[in-house]
């Protein structure tokens, strides 16, 4: 794919319109082909929940070069916001990168990142999971939410009982 990318950011060029175009590349996140006994997109492994993210911002001199500040795609919102001189909405999740694409560390700001994802009641069985039984069923039959926090070093993952009626987790079931 990164002969894709090249191909893009030479047509803006050729076009003339890199000096004034924001390229952002983000992907989706991993395909689980047997690793701990699991397969398409199911868990909060790091493998299932990391992406890939890629900003080219123009007379950027930091531009091509990474970072391991912890960030998330709800960030990107108000990272084009400030980037383009919009103002945010007045609610919004995330938090603007800008600085970071300019090469400083985003610090406490940083510290952590968010997962949620369902637990399908059939994942346990592999075939089942693999023939996506589970891709298109209706909230109310998920019965456990998996929720993850992730720091530079370490991954915590619990999952919790899902209350469909409500739309939101059983907080009260957290192991202790």
Known sequence: HTLQVGRV????SRLGLAENTIVVLHGDHG????????FEKSTLFESDVRVP???????????GQSAT?????????????????LPPP????????????QGNSLGNAAAV????????PLYNNAKAEWN??????????????GYSVRTASLRYTTWIPWLYSKAQADWSAMPT
């Open 9 to 12: 950011l030479s047509a803006l």
């Open 31 to 38: 395909y689980s082909v047997g690793e701990h006994g699991h």
């Open 53 to 63: 993210l890629t900003v080219r911002v123009p007379g950027n001199t930091r531009n």
């Open 69 to 85: 500040d912890i960030v998330e795609l709800v960030d990107l919102f108000p990272t084009l916001s400030e980037l383009t001189g």
């Open 90 to 101: 007045p609610v919004f999740d995330g938090k603007s990168i800008a600085s970071l694409l």
């Open 113 to 120: 990142a968010f997962s949620q994802f369902p637990h399908c």
């Open 132 to 145: 996506n039984v589970c891709q298109n069923d209706s909230f109310m039959n998920i019965a456990i939410m």
